[in-house]
């Protein structure tokens, strides 16, 4: 009898217990499934994290190689212009002569320059379309020397005439005195960095900035020591 009792005791607690055998098994499955996606998700999960390190490191090398031939290109700009000498202001005309201003320019300043040191003379266009600045002229000279030498006897007719400095009438121009001004041709790049220079030493009040041979300068001082400007990097020299 207890036999019997206990057989079918245990008949009817595994009839009962069935459906949670069931339920525990589907679970256990579902537990190994998702195990198993789990460790399909982190394969693909470090996989990607490795992609990721390798596409910022080649990310990081493009952007240095990016920056290397943006500054070679600048450089090759600018050595370009290394002959060559910028005329800012000078009021246009349609009948002008340009090379005859040029020659009347160099025999006030008293520069040795004379045509046959002359290669080019030519207005450019303007980066500003909508202002009312005359074109500049660039005039392409032999050799950087009679640049430099042309540039010199400018700055010297400017300090020497302090009251009357370089304008339109010297070369010939009639109406009210424009005054104009003799530059290096710096390159895009170097005029934007060269106007953001002077901008912001404007600001803390330096006293000096200035172009040599394609290079930007700033001074605070007569007693500072010099900075040179290579790029928008070092404006933050300028405190």
């Known amino acids: ?17 069935n459906p ?14 998702m195990n198993s996606r789990f460790e399909d ?10 992609q990721v390190a390798i596409l910022v490191k080649e990310n990081e090398h493009l952007k240095t190689t990016v920056s290397d031939l ?37 025999g006030a300043i ?11 003379c030519t207005r450019v266009a303007k ?28 700055l010297k007719y400017n300090k020497l005439n302090s009251r009357q400095k370089l304008n339109s009438t010297i070369i010939g121009i009639s109406g009210n005195p424009v005054p104009i001004y003799i530059c290096e041709h710096l390159s895009p790049t ?5 106007a953001a220079a002077r901008m912001k030493a404007k600001q803390h009040k330096y006293k000096f900035v200035w172009v040599r041979n394609g290079r930007i300068f700033v001074r605070k001082n007569e007693e500072s020591q010099f900075l040179w400007i290579k ?9």
């Not at 998700?41 to 490795?50: A, G, L, N, V």
């Not at 170097?190 to 060269?194: G, M, Q, S, V, W």
């Not at 790029?231 to 405190?239: E, R, V, Y």
């Open 1 to 17: 009898m207890l036999t019997k009792m206990n057989d079918a005791m245990m008949n009817a607690l595994n009839i009962k217990l």
């Open 20 to 33: 949670f055998r069931e339920e525990i098994r589907d679970l256990v499955n579902s537990m190994e499934y």
């Open 41 to 50: 998700i982190s394969k693909e999960h470090k996989y990607t994290q490795e």
């Open 70 to 106: 943006s500054n070679r290109i600048d450089h090759m700009e600018q050595h370009s212009r290394s002959k060559n000498i910028e005329i800012q202001c000078v009021p246009e005309n349609k009948n002008e002569n340009l090379l005859n201003m040029v020659l009347q320019l160099t």
């Open 110 to 120: 008293g520069s040795e320059v004379n045509e046959s040191h002359i290669l080019n």
């Open 127 to 154: 980066m500003r379309r909508e202002g009312n600045r005359p074109r500049s002229i660039i005039v392409e000279l032999c050799t950087p020397r009679y640049r430099d030498e042309f540039l010199t006897c400018a």
């Open 190 to 194: 170097n005029k934007a960095l060269h």
């Open 231 to 239: 790029n928008t990097c070092s404006l933050d020299k300028i405190i």
